[in-house]
Every structure is written in structure tokens, then in C-alpha cells.
């Protein structure tokens, strides 16, 4: 049952940074109302973004769509950016009174007032707009691959709520994009599929070392994780997600290029996500932050290793 504690009052003034957001100076020169505003898009935390981006051209790749459309690897990054904003700002309506009850959250713009719901629903409407013309450069079917996802993004918010197992359903969504990158050039196959399911246990690696850094907010608000729910077996489980997205990784390598060599382009992927488990502590936040954010380089490792198969 979430606590019935009395909520913290209410800000106007613009949100404060959260415990996790990266030094942006840009963002705090800003206007108290322009810098709240940035940080619900959470501008201050990239990393969000380019998780959401990188198993589009990675997608787009392991399709051959390098040589066939290569435009779409910069769509892509606009599309990353502007849906995960918009993401963001309907999370945190979805959730602005249990970030209230969570230390890391509870400065976020929507929980603490500095942005109402209303002008926030306006706002990733506005955002939504951007995702709209990258929409329009996609052939048919992957329009509709597309805007499928929206069942995934609208849900995802409630999935704390109803499962131990959140970062799953985060995993289905932010892994879409490489349905929608290989669709955009070809139709959907085995090593699509393959990608895929390695981008969801990627995903059920890394937003579980997230969730380490509020295990005990969490259990207080009476929020569900899989870092809960994995307790001190945190390591192992986050072990087996991430070498389960190898494998997954290097057999759809082989099956878009089958060659005994294909499978060796997903090592560096393989030895980044050992370098994490190996270096991770779960009971130090600032550790998990720190790997959760190395994702990023994963993430790059991920589309090098299509981009080495669909270009040969």
C-alpha cells in the first residue's frame, strides 16, 4: 500500500535539479519559468534520450538501411528527443504524487507546482508535434509500427503501480525504435525480432541499476521495482539480463549476416555490460548513477555491431 504521509507543500517558483540531473549551465541561466520547463523535458538528463534513440539505428542498421537511407539515423535523434521529452512530462503527471514522496523526484516541475497539469499537458502535446514530422519521413508501415508504441508510452507510468516488473515494460518501449528503424527499410524477420528482445533485456539491466538509488524511498511510497523486487540478488539478476541481451545480440547478428565472424561484432557490447556488473555496488547510489549513465556507450556499442553486419 503507497504511505499515507502528508505530502511536502507545494512550490511555485521553478523546480529545483533532481539528485540525478548532469551539469548543464546553460539550463540555470535560464528564466525561473523557461528553467522549469527544461527540466520537466529533462534537458539537465540526456541520458534518457539517448537510450531511447540508440535501438532505432541500431534498427535501421542491422536492416542494411546505412547504404539505403542514412538520413533517418539523424531523423531518429530528433524523434529520440522530442517523444522522450514528451514521455517525461506525461510521467510526471501520471506520477506527481508519489515523486512528491521520493527524494529524488520530489523537486521535478508537475509534483512540486512549479508547472500545472494543464500547462504540462500542453506542453507534450507541443512536443508530440516534433515526433509528428518524423513520422512523415517513414514509409507506411513503419508509420503505423510507430504509433503503435503509444499504448506502450501511455501505460508505461501505471506499471509501478500493478507489477514488481516496471523496467520491462520500459524495456518494451524504449527498444520500439529498433522495430520501427528496420521496418523503415525492409519488412519485419527474425534478426528484427532478435534486436528487439536484446534491446528489452539491455533495458532490464540497466533501469534496474537506476532503481537501486531509491530502494528505500520506494518501499516507503510503496513503489515497485525490480530492484526490489531482486533485493540483495540485485548483481545476479542484472548479470543474467545484460548477458541474455548478448546472446540475443549476437544471434540476431548471425542471422542478418550468417557468418561465423557476426557474432564476435557484439563482444564490445558483451565486455562493456561485464565492465558494469563488475563494477557496481549496489548500495551506493552514486555508483548506480554513474553505470546507469555508461549505458550510454553501451548503447553506442549496440548500433556499431549492426552497423558492422548490415554494412558488410
Not at 535501421?60 to 533517418?72: C, E, I, N, T
Not at 508505461?156 to 521496418?183: C, D, E, H, S
Not at 524511498?217 to 541474455?244: E, K, N, P, V, W
Request: proline share 7%.
Amino acid at each position: 500500500m503507497a504511505s499515507t504521509a502528508p505530502l511536502p507543500p507545494k512550490r511555485s517558483i521553478a523546480a529545483e535539479a533532481t539528485p540525478d540531473a548532469e551539469a548543464v549551465g546553460w539550463i540555470d541561466k535560464l528564466p525561473p519559468r523557461a528553467r522549469a520547463y527544461a527540466r520537466l523535458a529533462r534537458l539537465d538528463r540526456p541520458i534518457g534520450a539517448w537510450l531511447l534513440y540508440w535501438p532505432a539505428p541500431a534498427g535501421l542498421a542491422l536492416a542494411g538501411g546505412l547504404y539505403m537511407d542514412w538520413a533517418l539515423v539523424l531523423w531518429f535523434a530528433l524523434g529520440a528527443f522530442a517523444m522522450r521529452a514528451a514521455g517525461c512530462v506525461w510521467n510526471d503527471i501520471v506520477d506527481r504524487d508519489l515523486d512528491a514522496r521520493v527524494a529524488r523526484t520530489r523537486a521535478r516541475p508537475v509534483a512540486s507546482g512549479a508547472i500545472s497539469v494543464r500547462a504540462a499537458l500542453i506542453y507534450a502535446v507541443a512536443l508530440s508535434a516534433f515526433g509528428l514530422i518524423v513520422l512523415l519521413q517513414l514509409r507506411p508501415f513503419a508509420q503505423i509500427v510507430a504509433l503503435a508504441s503509444l499504448a506502450l508510452v501511455a501505460a508505461y507510468p501505471f506499471m509501478k503501480r500493478i507489477t514488481w516488473w516496471p523496467q520491462a515494460w520500459l524495456g518494451l518501449t524504449f527498444n520500439w525504435g529498433a522495430l520501427v528503424g528496420y521496418t523503415a527499410i525492409t519488412d519485419p524477420a527474425p534478426p528484427m525480432l532478435l534486436l528487439y528482445a536484446a534491446g528489452i533485456a539491455w533495458t532490464l539491466g540497466y533501469d534496474t541499476i537506476y532503481a537501486l538509488q531509491d530502494i528505500e524511498d520506494d518501499a516507503m511510497a510503496g513503489i515497485r521495482s525490480s530492484a526490489r523486487r531482486l533485493g540483495r540478488h540485485a548483481r545476479i539478476g542484472i548479470a543474467l539480463f545484460y548477458a541474455l541481451s548478448a546472446a540475443l545480440l549476437a544471434t540476431a547478428l548471425y542471422l542478418a549476416l550468417p557468418d561465423p565472424l557476426s557474432p564476435l561484432a557484439a563482444l564490445p557490447f558483451a565486455l562493456h555490460l561485464a565492465w558494469q556488473v563488475m563494477a557496481l555496488r549496489p548500495s551506493d547510489s552514486t555508483n548506480a548513477l554513474r553505470l546507469f549513465r555508461a549505458n550510454h556507450q553501451a548503447g553506442l556499442l549496440l548500433f556499431a555491431a549492426t552497423a558492422v553486419v548490415g554494412l558488410a
